[in-house]
């Protein structure tokens, strides 16, 4: 199983990004998904994660900026960022919780996807 983030880059305060993440290889169910971040200096932390059933939480810096959203059809996880700040710089991460093809269905690994640079300029 592998998960690849991509859609980071350099934009402006104020600016929006959307990131994505994609899981690929031998997957029976996935049940969370989250990005996390962290900055130079900092801890990972966690960003926003969204569950099986559509549910959503998120950490209070980004609530009403971010938003977490999932296409199970394909596998993917997003993130919309709106009116960013250079706060907000940091190396993001995408996670899930799955089964990777396990014959025991409520077998799930955690697992963590390369990350993607998102800096904001002010």
């Known amino acids: 199983v592998q998960l690849q983030a991509f859609g980071g880059g350099l934009v402006q305060a104020g600016g929006s990004l959307r990131l994505s993440c994609v899981a690929s290889?031998?997957?029976?169910?996935?049940?969370?998904l989250g990005w996390y971040r962290q900055a130079p200096g900092n801890q990972r932390e966690l960003v926003a994660v969204i569950s099986s059933g559509d549910s959503t939480e998120y950490a209070d810096s980004v609530k009403g900026r971010f938003t977490i959203s999932r296409d199970n059809a394909k596998n993917m996880v997003y993130l919309q960022m709106n009116n960013l700040k250079p706060e907000d710089t940091a190396v993001y991460y995408c996670?899930?919780?799955?089964?990777?093809?396990?014959?025991?269905?409520?077998?799930?690994?955690?697992?963590w996807g390369q990350g993607t640079q998102v800096t904001v300029s002010s």
């Open positions: 996670a899930t919780d799955l089964n990777p093809g396990c014959s025991d269905p409520d077998y799930e690994r955690f697992y």
């Open positions: 290889g031998t997957i029976s169910r996935i049940n969370q």
